[in-house]
C-alpha cells in the first residue's frame, strides 16, 4: 500500500499560476489525490510524491491554471438548440435574405406542416444591414407551409403566418398576464392584427421538441464543444427541464459529466415553486452531489431590454412611458424567500434593469432576510447596466451577490442608449469602479438563445473585461477596464464564491477539488488580442483528465 503522502496523479507545466494570494510562481506542477490537490510542487520534488501507482502528466511549456466556473449558464437550452434549430445568427447571416436562404434550405430539409426555428442574436435588428428584423411577410415568402419562428435573442420571436395560426395568435387573441420570462406581447399593426412579431412568448409556443432519447448525445456534444474545450470546469445551471435534469443524472452516474453541475431550479418555468422548493418530492437525483447539486431557485423579476421589458427608471425611447414591469407580485417574491432559506437554497433572481434591482431589495430589506453565508440572495445582470448609485446602495443594504456578464459589453453594449438614451450611457459595465468600491464580482456566459458564438468561451469573456470593444468595433468606458488577474479571478475564485463554493474551488491551493487547466501559452505572455483566441489544450476536473487535444 502506498504511504499518505504518494500522490495519484502529478500534472506538470511550466508554472503554476494558482489565483491564490501569496503563493509564488516558481512551482511547476500539482500532485493529485483522492480527486484533490494535494499540494504545489517543482519538478525537483517529483520523486517524492511518486508511488507505484502514481501517474506523470508532463503538458511540457504549458501554464496550469484553475478551472472556470461558469456561474450562469442555460446549457440544457444551448444543446437543444444546437441540435435542432437553424443558425441564422451575424455576422455569417448579416442581411435579411441570409437569414430567408438559411431558413428556406432547412424547410426544404422537413415534411410539410413541420416546424422551422431559426436561431438570431440578442438584438438582432442592429446586428442585420437592413437594421430591423425580418417581417411576417419576409416569412411568409420562405413558407406558407411550414410554421416558422426567428428566435431573436429569446425575449423577442417573429412568426409567420402559418406559425401565428398553429400559436392561436390571431386578432382576438389575449396573451396571459405573465410568461415566465415577463408580462407577453403581441405586437399589432394599425387594423389590430398580429405583425408576426411577439416578445417574452417562447415558452407559450408551440415549439417542437428535442427527443428525450437524443437528449444525452446532445448534452454530451454540447458539453464538450461548449464548454469542457474552453476549459469550463463547473456551471451554474439555469433548469429547463425535468428530463434535462434526469439526463444529467444518469451521465454523471455512467461516469460521463465531465464537470460538475450546480444547479438552480428555473420557477416556474421547469416546476412551480413549491414543488422546485422541496424538489425531493417531485425529482429522484442519484448522483454525487459533487457532480450535480440542486443549488437553488431562479425566478424572473423582469424581461429583457430588446423587448423594452426590463424593468428601469426611465421611460424607453418611442414609448408611451413603458419602463417595464416587475414580474411578480410582492406576496410571491415573500413566499419564494422564505420557502427557499427554509430549505437552505440560494435564491437567483433575473432583474436587469435597475428598477427590479431596487425593488427585490427593498423587498428583501423588508423581509428581513439572511445576508451572509451560502444562501444569499443573487440578482442576475445585477453591474451590466448601473445608471445610478443608489441601486449600488440598495445592493449593499440588502446583501446581495450581483452577478453580471462581461459578454454582454460585446453583445449589446453599446445599444443601451438606443432603446434609453442618455440614461442608457451611464454604468455601463463599470468593473473597475466596482472593484475598487469593494465589490467581488464574478462572471458567467448567460448562454441561451441567440448568444454570440464565442459566448462560453472564458477568455472571450477575460478579453471582454480587458478590451472593452463593442460588436460594431467601438469601445466602451476604456478606462473602466480592469487587470488580467482580476479578470482571471473573476471567472474562477470570485465565481465558486457565488456559488457559496470558493472553500473548495477556483483556484489551485491544497483541498480544493483538483479542476485545472493548461493553456497552450502563458495568458500573462500574449497580447489582449490574443487572449480571445487562446487555446484550452488540457482539462483536469476533479482530479480525472476529461480533455487534451496534444
Known amino acids: 500500500m502506498d504511504r499518505l503522502g504518494t500522490a495519484d496523479t502529478i500534472l506538470l507545466g511550466s508554472r503554476v499560476i494558482s489565483l491564490q494570494p501569496g503563493v509564488g510562481d516558481h512551482y511547476e506542477g500539482v500532485a493529485v489525490q483522492g480527486g484533490r490537490i494535494q499540494r504545489l510542487i517543482r519538478r525537483d520534488q517529483v520523486a517524492e510524491m511518486c508511488g507505484p501507482q502514481t501517474e506523470i502528466i508532463d503538458l511540457g511549456h504549458r501554464p496550469l491554471l484553475p478551472g472556470f466556473v461558469d456561474v450562469h449558464a442555460h446549457s440544457e437550452v444551448v444543446f437543444r438548440t444546437a441540435f435542432a434549430t437553424v443558425d441564422c445568427r451575424a455576422p455569417e447571416c448579416g442581411k435579411v435574405s441570409d437569414v430567408a436562404d438559411a431558413l428556406l434550405a432547412a424547410s426544404k430539409e422537413r415534411a410539410k406542416g413541420e416546424w422551422v426555428v431559426g436561431q438570431g442574436n440578442l438584438f438582432f435588428d442592429r446586428k442585420l444591414a437592413e437594421g430591423r428584423l425580418p417581417t411576417r411577410a419576409e416569412l411568409d415568402a420562405v413558407s406558407r407551409d411550414h410554421p416558422i419562428a426567428l428566435r431573436a435573442g429569446g425575449h423577442i420571436t417573429v412568426l409567420n403566418s402559418k406559425a401565428l395560426e398553429v400559436s392561436g395568435i390571431d386578432r382576438n387573441y389575449v396573451p396571459p398576464e405573465y410568461s415566465v420570462t415577463g408580462p407577453p406581447q403581441v405586437d399589432r399593426d394599425a387594423n389590430g392584427d398580429p405583425t408576426g412579431v411577439v416578445r417574452e412568448m417562447d415558452v407559450l409556443l408551440p415549439f417542437p421538441g428535442v427527443d428525450k432519447s437524443e437528449l444525452r448525445r446532445a448534452f454530451a456534444e454540447g458539453i464538450d464543444t461548449y464548454f469542457t474545450s474552453n476549459g469550463v470546469t463547473t456551471i451554474g445551471e439555469i433548469s429547463e427541464s425535468i428530463d434535462g435534469l434526469q439526463t444529467f443524472d444518469s451521465m454523471a452516474m455512467a461516469g460521463e459529466l465531465p464537470l460538475a453541475y450546480r444547479v438552480y431550479l428555473w420557477a416556474p418555468g421547469t416546476m412551480p415553486l413549491e414543488q422546485a422548493c422541496n424538489w425531493q418530492e417531485h425529482l429522484s437525483l442519484s448522483a454525487s452531489e459533487a457532480d450535480l447539486r440542486i443549488q437553488g431557485i431562479k425566478l424572473f423579476a423582469d424581461g429583457g431590454f430588446s423587448a423594452k421589458s426590463a424593468a428601469v427608471s426611465c421611460p424607453y425611447l418611442g414609448t408611451d412611458g413603458a419602463c417595464g414591469e416587475i414580474a411578480f407580485a410582492k406576496y410571491f417574491f415573500r413566499r419564494a424567500v422564505e420557502m427557499t432559506q427554509g430549505n437552505d437554497l440560494q435564491l437567483s433572481v433575473h432583474a436587469n434593469g435597475n428598477r427590479a434591482q431596487e ?26 447596466l448601473l445608471p445610478r448609485a443608489e441601486t449600488m446602495d440598495w445592493w449593499a443594504r440588502a446583501g ?7 459578454v454582454f459589453l460585446y453583445t449589446f453594449g453599446e445599444y443601451f442608449e438606443d432603446y434609453l438614451g442618455d440614461f442608457g450611457r451611464e454604468g455601463r459595465f463599470h468593473f473597475k469602479t466596482l472593484m475598487d468600491m469593494g465589490w467581488r464580482l464574478n462572471a458567467s456566459s448567460d448562454v441561451w438563445i441567440g448568444s454570440e458564438r464565442e459566448a462560453t468561451n472564458p477568455m472571450f469573456s477575460v478579453w471582454c473585461c480587458l478590451k472593452r470593444q463593442t460588436y460594431s468595433g467601438g469601445f466602451i468606458d476604456p478606462h473602466e477596464a480592469i487587470s488580467l488577474e482580476q479578470a482571471l479571478r473573476m471567472h474562477t475564485i470570485d465565481s465558486a464564491a457565488a456559488l457559496g463554493e470558493d472553500d473548495m474551488r477556483g483556484n489551485i491551493a491544497p483541498g480544493k477539488y483538483a479542476d485545472i487547466i493548461a493553456f497552450e501559452k502563458d495568458p500573462f505572455e500574449v497580447t489582449v488580442d490574443e487572449l480571445r483566441t487562446l487555446r484550452t489544450d488540457y482539462v483536469m476536473a476533479h482530479g480525472r483528465t476529461v480533455r487534451k487535444t496534444f
Open 359 to 384: 425593488w427585490l431589495c427593498a423587498r428583501l430589506v423588508e423581509l428581513g432576510a439572511e445576508t451572509s453565508g451560502k444562501t444569499r440572495m443573487r440578482i442576475e445582470h445585477a453591474g451590466n
Open 400 to 406: 446581495i451577490i450581483p452577478v453580471p456578464q462581461a
